[in-house]
């Protein structure tokens, strides 16, 4: 069983750069690929990062690539998502998502196993 815990969401402005942190339980934690996603209201949830168990492949969506950045510390079981240059269209609530043992890295949410309670991001001026 692993537990996820999302941080670091808040309200700012276009242009300006907010980093998100997701810290797991346990201590499977380097065998785990880890995803973010995010759902805006009326939306279905998309694929944003995923970055694989020892952070060899990373896999953005093709509106955030140059802009995003997925990394990870298995020393502190957390994965970071680095979000620069936020856009109004970047709103939404982001949940990281933790993949079974030894999986790879994966754009599907049926893929992970295990969610984080999600935290809002809202950029606007």
Known sequence: QVQLETSGGGLVQPGDSLRLSCTASGSTFSSIAVGWFRQAPGKEREFVATISRNAASTY??????????????????????????????????????????????????????????????????
């Open 60 to 125: 953005y969506q093709d509106s955030v690539k140059g802009r995003f950045t997925i990394s990870r510390d298995n020393a502190k079981n957390t994965v970071y998502l680095q979000m620069n240059s936020l856009k109004p269209e970047d709103t939404a609530v982001y949940y990281c998502a933790a993949s079974r043992p030894y999986s790879g890295a994966s754009a599907d949410t049926r893929d992970y196993d295990y969610w984080g309670q999600g935290t809002q991001v809202t950029v606007s001026s």
